[in-house]
């Protein structure tokens, strides 16, 4: 059995923040993978700034290259939408039944998780890796102490990918956020005006 954690994200684009976590993740012993999974759209984003699926699915693959214990996964693109986080992981389940899924989650994201689609159903059935997260609300009491959820402590980057997208718009220089190769990849494909 191959122990695998899912980071979920629509990485538009994707930045080092998002590299420094899962490169902190796959260093974890518990997790021999971590897959990135590429959503189509969030339910909680707004259509109108989301690069398209093929552009930002190269980036991720750009992002990770050379890395054999990141992998990418676009399961999420060939699901009906608007999709669902239990959906998916329902689906990874059924499709890979020999590996064991973790959820890896931002605290900003913990702090709100009970509003989750069937967020109990995620919480019996999966383990959460969370990491610190410097704007975040307080985490609900029954959330903090959950026997299925582990808290890291973690110094990792906080960058914005809207922030990144505000300062391509603004032709402003990104690329020290961006992993190898994405900001050429941005400008080759004129994806600079988000």
């Known amino acids: 059995m191959k122990t695998v954690g899912l980071f979920f994200g629509t990485f538009n684009p994707i930045h080092?923040?998002?590299?420094?976590?899962?490169?902190?993740?796959?260093?974890?012993?518990?997790?021999?993978?971590?897959?990135?999974?590429?959503?189509?759209?969030?339910?909680?984003?707004?259509k109108q700034t989301l690069i398209e699926n093929h552009h930002r699915l190269a980036m991720v693959k750009l992002a990770i290259n050379g890395n054999p214990k990141l992998k990418v996964c676009t399961e999420e693109f060939n699901l009906p939408s608007p999709n669902y986080t239990i959906d998916s992981l329902q689906h990874l389940k059924k499709k890979y039944p020999n590996d064991q899924f973790t959820l890896i989650l931002g605290?900003?994201?913990?702090?709100h998780f009970d509003r989750w689609k069937?967020?109990?159903?995620?919480?019996?059935?999966?383990?959460?890796?969370?990491?610190?997260?410097?704007k975040s609300d307080e985490i609900p009491s029954k959330l903090l102490n959950?026997?299925?959820?582990?808290?890291?402590?973690?110094?990792?980057?906080?960058?914005?990918?809207?922030?990144?997208?505000?300062?391509?718009?603004?032709?402003?220089?990104?690329?020290k956020w961006l992993p190898n190769g994405v900001d050429a990849y941005l400008k080759n494909n004129t994806l600079t005006d988000l």
Do not use: M
């Open 118 to 134: 069937s967020y109990e159903q995620i919480l019996d059935q999966f383990q959460i890796f969370v990491y610190p997260r410097s």
């Open 16 to 46: 080092l923040g998002h590299l420094a976590i899962a490169n902190f993740f796959s260093e974890n012993k518990a997790l021999q993978e971590v897959w990135l999974v590429v959503s189509p759209q969030s339910p909680f984003k707004q």
């Open 107 to 111: 605290q900003d994201n913990i702090v």
């Open 146 to 175: 959950h026997p299925n959820i582990t808290y890291f402590d973690a110094s990792l980057l906080e960058v914005s990918a809207t922030e990144i997208r505000k300062g391509l718009k603004q032709n402003e220089v990104v690329a």
